[in-house]
């Protein structure tokens, strides 16, 4: 009681000095940005905004077709979005067929340059205003991935916060570590339809697993959805 | 006082008004070939106003390269502006009308010459006053200013009364001054040629603040700037920036322009520099309240720049299909913030579509086959790696376009699903796109699936 006493004297006699260095601050509940899939809005609770969301797992497990939902939702919401393609890879084709707003797309190609992607990105969420970055890392090996260093990933966390951006990270493993206020893997299984006389076998669907690593909740933590295949 | 300047025959391609400009620069260009200047506070420049008159008279009559109008003038001087154009439009030479005997002048002057259009009188009540005076037996200005003003508004009511006024010499008017057409421009030679950018950004950011101040004085923008250097070689490097909204910004300007510089550097030492702008009316615009919040206009353009000198400008913007069936066809358009509220696409909002990532370019493949059918396929690239035994596959779809073009293509796409060896254990299985090239049935991997 006495020490606690202390403490309460000691801090009152220098707040003065400190301004509200000791104040404990309230965390705000984060504001979100839909994914635009209801099963996987009810099992995140959306996009965090002011924060990383990383997105990871294995080629075909689904990263792609979250990204373009993603961006659907965004798009047609009036928020400004930009991507941040590492390797080149966005087909903007498929991304027409799911809604996409190319309009409201800013879409940067780095030409496989890893640097060159993280520098972007950094020039984007200080510029401000736009309401979701996508840092694509997906076809980045695993061992380029593991060497990115932690600062770059503190770095972005501390310029997006109190802002209204949602950054996303989509890669093969899981490298923003502690950074992300949400991660997300995925599993994609695909469906292929009966063979059939005429045209064979199709590819209809890849169903996608989508499990929470981070935070974890005791209720949900778990949820799936179908992406459908172009043709 | 004030000085008016006649020409009846002036050549077409020569202005009055700007050679009014050399003497004054309060100018009113009354009509074709008539124009009334404000001399008061000329003396210390050309001396007494009759001296003005003479100047002018006399500059007038020089050839058009010295500033001369290669004509003859007429030039009235008087303290009232309508006395003097209707003495310098009815005299010769120089008139010189002294304050308050404006009558002495033009006092003799038919009153059917009365220029009722400096009075603001339409033609029709012009003529039939002058009708109800010539049957009154008024003919001259003098006669008209000598008839009581009481008289002349009851019967000629105020258009009457303005008429006499003007015949009088007695009207009241300010000149409406005619502004010189503004020059957003500026250049300056160097003394010694600069090799490198920094000096040249000290000279960028005179020459900018300049402009944006001309901008600021006149409420405009400019949504284009052109830059030209004049290099130590005899040639120039012209560069033109375009901006999606008009600006006016000389910090914002600087960093463009020292940005576009830097990725198209001159290709010798700069001996001079000139930077012109288009002037714009300014965007107004006023954000909604539930609008989302968007990058600042200056602020996007600044990280486009730096975008472009980072990745290059072919490589940034927003995509834009091509109205073609070739694989993979798209144009990057420039970034431009959208002025209009996007379109909720509601009809396909639960509609998820499977994603495709394009490797660009497509990953050379060997590709085993069983019955036309691939069953096994390997290829490397120095990104990435695809390789494994078909377990499941959907095809092939033959695709050809452009016969007529030596770029034609003519592709049969399969879709299959790759199960990694053993070998290559770490090597996820997925879904690909592959396809083979009809022409030389060599077979590639498209993209993948994801």
């Not at chain 1, 980045?140 to 966390?157: E, L, N, T």
């Not at chain 1, 093969?172 to 005429?198: D, K, N, P, V, Y």
């Not at chain 2, 009308?97 to 033009?106: A, D, F, I, K, M």
């Not at chain 2, 290059?312 to 995509?319: D, H, K």
Request: charged share 25%; proline share 5%.
């Amino acid at each position: 009681m006495r020490s606690a006493l202390s403490k309460v004297e000691i801090e009152s006699d220098i707040a003065a000095r400190f301004g509200d260095a000791f104040k404990i601050h309230e965390k705000v509940a984060a504001e979100t940005l839909s994914t635009g899939i209801v099963e996987v809005d009810a099992s995140t609770g959306g996009i965090p905004r002011g924060a990383i969301t990383e997105i990871f797992g294995p080629r075909s497990s689904g990263r792609t077709s979250l990204m373009y939902s993603l961006l659907r939702y965004a798009t047609t919401h009036d928020e400004i979005c930009a991507l941040v393609d590492t390797n080149d890879v966005f087909t903007p084709a498929a991304a027409a067929t799911s809604g996409i707003d190319f309009e409201r797309l800013l879409w940067i190609r780095c030409a496989a340059n890893l640097e060159d992607a993280f520098k972007a990105t950094d020039l984007l969420l200080h510029a401000g205003g736009f309401g979701l970055v996508i840092l694509d890392l997906g076809d980045v090996a695993g061992k380029d991935v593991r060497r990115i260093i932690s600062s770059w990933w503190y770095r972005f966390r501390r310029t997006v916060e109190n802002r209204p951006t949602a950054v996303v990270v989509i890669s093969e493993e899981a490298c923003t570590r502690s950074c992300a206020a949400l991660t997300l893997e995925l599993h994609g299984h695909a469906e292929w339809s009966q063979a059939s006389i005429s045209y064979g076998n199709l590819l209809r669907f890849n169903s996608i697993n989508v499990n929470r690593c981070r935070p974890l909740w005791p209720t949900l933590n778990e949820s799936q959805f179908r992406a459908r295949a172009i043709a | 006082m004030f000085a008016c300047i006649y020409s009846e025959k002036l050549p077409a391609d020569l202005s009055l008004t700007d050679f009014a400009y050399a003497f004054s620069p309060l100018v009113e260009e009354t009509k074709a070939g008539t124009v009334v200047i404000d001399v008061d506070g000329c003396e210390l420049l050309f001396g007494s106003a009759y001296q003005l008159a003479q100047e002018v008279a006399r500059r007038a009559k020089q050839s058009r390269t010295s500033g001369g109008l290669e004509s003859i003038v007429n030039v009235a001087i008087a303290a009232n502006p309508d006395a003097a154009i209707h003495a310098a439009t009815r005299l010769q030479g120089i008139t010189f009308v002294s304050p308050g005997e404006e009558l002495t002048c033009v006092g003799e002057f038919p009153v059917t010459h009365l220029d009722y259009s400096l009075v603001k009188v339409d033609e029709q009540t012009a003529a039939e006053i002058f009708e109800t005076l010539r049957l009154w037996g008024i003919r001259s200005f003098r006669d008209f200013a000598s008839l009581p003003v009481a008289g002349v508004s009851e019967r000629l009511g105020q258009e009457g009364i303005r008429l006499q006024q003007l015949a009088a010499g007695k009207t009241e008017r300010h000149l409406k001054i005619k502004q010189p057409a503004p020059v957003f421009a500026n250049s300056l030679e160097l003394e010694h040629p600069i090799t490198e950018l920094e000096p040249l950004s000290f000279i960028f950011a005179r020459l900018l603040h300049q402009l944006c101040a001309a901008l600021n004085a006149y409420a405009l923008g400019t949504n284009e700037l052109l830059v030209e250097l004049q290099l130590e070689n005899q040639t120039t490097h012209e560069r033109r920036l375009s901006l999606p909204y008009p600006m006016r910004d000389h910090k914002v300007f600087l960093k463009l322009l020292l940005l576009d510089t830097e990725m198209h550097p001159p290709a010798a030492a700069v001996r001079a520099v000139s930077i012109k702008c288009e002037p714009v009316k300014p965007r107004v615009l006023q954000s909604g309240l539930f609008v989302p919040l968007a990058p600042a206009p200056d602020k996007l353009e600044l990280t486009l720049a730096r975008l472009a000198k980072l990745v290059g400008e072919e490589n940034l913007g927003s995509p834009s299909l091509v109205d073609t069936h070739r694989p993979d066809a798209f144009t990057m358009k420039r970034f431009v913030l959208p002025s209009k509220k996007s379109i909720r696409k509601s009809a396909i909002k639960n509609r998820q579509c499977l994603g495709l990532r394009m490797f660009r370019p497509a990953l050379r493949a060997v590709v085993e086959t069983e019955q036309g059918c691939p069953a096994q396929i390997s290829a490397w690239g120095k990104q990435r790696s695809v390789y494994g035994k078909v377990v499941q596959l959907a095809g092939p779809w033959r695709t050809t376009g452009d016969w007529w073009r030596e770029d034609r293509w003519a592709r049969d796409e399969w879709d299959v699903a790759l199960a990694s060896s053993k070998k290559l254990s770490d090597e996820p299985p997925g879904l690909y796109r592959i396809y083979r090239k009809l022409n030389s049935e060599m077979w590639f991997v498209a993209g993948n699936y994801d």
